[in-house]
């Protein structure tokens, strides 16, 4: 079945950078949708970033510029690279892929499958 796992959370300092990684395995095809959400306590889980089939990135208008998705498809790994944190991205960050489509992906809900989410905190 498909699984998502993500990997390469951890704390850092505000001004400093993290790159999550999400490996996706059980799915072969590359037309499939992905994106990265996250969920800070107390609060709702809000998209940060998603990637079609051809590339075609979008981003939450709180992490662009200093965020950036990207995917390989070879590894079947996607990743997101954020730079110049800040302590309001403290989150537990989570992978999601919609394998239904590859083109039009939501920047919010309709992914199917999940990961179990890695945690990044940011400190002032």
């Known amino acids: 079945q498909v699984q998502l796992v993500e990997s390469g959370g951890g704390s850092v300092q505000a001004g400093g950078s993290l790159r999550v990684s999400c490996v996706l395995s059980?799915?072969?095809?590359?037309?499939?949708?992905m994106g990265w959400f996250r969920q800070a306590p107390g609060k709702e889980r809000e998209a940060v970033a998603n990637?079609?089939?051809?590339?075609?990135?979008i981003y939450a208008s709180s992490v662009k510029g200093r965020f950036t998705i990207s995917k390989d498809n070879a590894k079947n790994t996607l990743y997101l690279q954020m730079n110049n944190l800040k302590p309001e991205d403290t989150a537990m960050y989570y992978c999601?892929?919609?394998?239904?489509?590859?083109?039009?992906?939501?920047?919010?809900?309709?992914?199917?499958?999940w990961g179990q989410g890695t945690q990044v905190t940011v400190s002032s």
């Open positions: 059980g799915y072969t095809r590359n037309f499939i949708c």
């Open positions: 999601a892929a919609d394998t239904r489509r590859g083109l039009n992906c939501p920047l919010g809900n309709g992914y199917n499958y």
């Open positions: 990637i079609d089939a051809y590339g075609l990135t």
